[in-house]
């Protein structure tokens, strides 16, 4: 298992480096992380809505004033600034962390979401190295993917060892919610411009997938209270032409001239809330039966483009647990080598670089790699199923086979057996380059792999 070899990896370089404390340490942090929740950092420029959502995933809404914050499950809710504990106050339906010039927060806080991830909220401006450094992945967020945004996530493949094992990121188009003007179609329209950027040759060899979320609207969806969602209720009892005029911006909607008895107060924290397209949005939703606070709390999940960052988050980094969690311990053990050389580490150096070239794990994240970013091709449908077999579109044995139904044990073995037969004749196809025919003999082996999974011979 790669783990297990990472693992061993690691306790050598201990043994070789025990008298350094500064390196042992270091180390001694990566063994320790192996078997930790998987580490995801939240990144990208400034008013983009980090921490709104973090809150959203998490199920709640944090204000701590800027600083680098941990977010860990546990069984009580609580924050400490090194071996500080520190206050936490809710007020206006926020947990506010009051550790003033903190740079540093981790929070404990009881979440069925942080039972498998630890959730790294970064501040705007946090150094890349440092954000890849801590996380196992990364949520990097933007409103539009400009040069910058491209610019700061190749830098995260800047680097010998990065480049052999590339990084999970998954793109989230946040703030979606205001693409087109807040027209009620906007989510839609978000989509769709997410689509369109998976398919970007610029964008497909930095991140996994490219996603459209409104965070705004996803958090208060997680947050709904009972006084909001009756709000929200008395205004869709409104004819939509009676309404509609309000609704043309915030300050026509808490305006004195309103034309049902809803403290201006209350209607203010609803587009503190919710934004005046979630207004909108709640208020149709209401109105076409989505009418009870259960109803409206999943159906804006779902449209707020949280849904698909779950699964998103699910696909290309829980499921890859084991790999990412051994590119992090590696790239940590890359540091100390580079910073502390000696001969006696040679040993050290020539077995990563032998595990990073040999590791079927890392093999198959470089030829996906590759395949999305059009530096392999395959002719025709192999190659999308290329990509799916080295685990594009998820690791377990179905996803790879693409199978959307429960075959039987016997259906299992024939697909499996059969797509192997086929990619073998891909590996002597006088058809395919020398380059295809290498990716090809890589498929083979995840084929092997599920060969060797269902217990054939």
């Given at each position: 298992m790669l783990g297990d070899e990472v693992w061993h990896l690691l306790n050598d370089a201990l043994s070789v480096y025990r008298d350094s404390p500064r390196a042992t340490a270091w180390l001694r942090?990566?063994?320790?992380?192996?078997?930790?929740?998987?580490?995801i950092g939240v990144a990208g420029p400034p008013l983009v809505g980090k921490s709104t959502l973090a809150g959203a995933l998490i199920g709640d809404e944090f204000d701590?004033?800027?600083?680098?914050?941990?977010?860990?499950?546990?069984?009580?809710?609580?924050?400490?600034?090194?071996?500080?504990?520190?206050?936490?106050?809710?007020?206006?339906?926020?947990?506010?962390?009051?550790?003033?010039?903190?740079?540093r927060i981790d929070v404990e806080w009881p979440s069925r979401s942080l039972r498998d991830l630890t959730l790294i909220d970064n501040p705007a401006g946090a150094a890349v190295?440092?954000?890849?450094?801590?996380?196992?992945?990364?949520?990097?967020l933007t409103r539009h993917l400009h040069h910058n945004d491209l610019e700061y996530l190749r830098a995260a493949h800047?680097?010998?060892?990065?480049?052999?094992?590339?990084?999970?990121?998954?793109?989230?188009?946040?703030?979606?919610d205001e693409i087109g003007a807040g027209r009620i179609?906007?989510?839609?329209?978000?989509?769709?411009?997410?689509?369109?950027?998976?398919?970007?040759?610029?964008?497909?060899?930095?991140c996994q997938n490219v996603v459209a979320v409104a965070g705004l609207l996803a958090v208060a969806a997680r947050t709904l209270r009972e006084d909001e969602f009756a709000a929200l209720a008395a205004l869709a009892s409104l004819p939509r032409t009676g309404l509609d005029d309000h609704l043309l911006s915030a300050d026509r909607f808490v305006a004195h001239h309103?034309?049902?008895?809803?403290?201006?107060?209350?209607?203010r924290a609803l587009v503190d809330r919710f934004g005046i397209f979630g207004v909108r949005l709640t208020t149709t939703l209401i109105r076409q039966g989505y009418d009870?606070?259960?109803?409206?709390?999943?159906?804006?999940?779902?449209?707020?483009?949280?849904?698909?960052?779950?699964?998103?988050?699910?696909?290309?980094?829980?499921?890859?647990k084991d790999v990412l969690k051994a590119r992090a311990a590696l790239l940590g053990l890359d540091v100390v080598l580079r910073a502390e050389p000696r001969p006696a580490a040679v040993g050290l150096t020539a077995a990563m670089e032998q595990l990073v070239a040999s590791a079927h794990d890392f093999r198959e994240l470089r030829l996906l790699a590759a395949l999305h970013g059009g530096r392999v091709r395959f002719p025709g449908e192999l190659d999308d199923e290329a990509a799916r077999l080295v685990g594009g579109l998820g690791t377990s044995m179905l996803a790879r086979l693409g199978l959307e139904?429960?075959?039987?044990d016997t259906e299992l073995r024939h697909a499996v057996l059969d797509t192997l037969g086929r990619w073998r004749e891909q590996t002597v196809n006088p058809a395919l380059d020398n380059a295809q025919r290498r990716a090809a003999s890589m498929v083979v082996r995840s084929c092997e792999g599920m060969v060797a999974g269902l217990g054939l011979r």
């Open positions: 942090g990566y063994v320790a992380r192996i078997d930790e929740p998987l580490r701590t004033g800027g600083a680098v914050t941990w977010f860990r499950d546990g069984p009580r809710p609580h924050a400490h600034v090194g071996p500080h504990e520190v206050p936490m106050v809710r007020r206006d339906g926020r947990v506010v962390i009051e550790a003033s010039g903190a740079n190295e440092q954000v890849y450094r801590d996380a196992d992945a990364v949520l990097y800047d680097h010998p060892f990065a480049r052999a094992t590339p990084v999970g990121t998954v793109v989230v188009l946040a703030r979606a179609d906007a989510l839609t329209s978000a989509k769709q411009i997410a689509r369109r950027y998976r398919r970007e040759a610029q964008v497909v060899p930095v309103f034309p049902i008895q809803l403290d201006a107060g209350v209607r009870t606070q259960v109803k409206l709390t999943a159906q804006l999940v779902q449209r707020s483009g949280l849904g698909e960052l779950r699964e998103s988050i699910g696909l290309y980094f829980a499921e890859r139904y429960e075959p039987s």
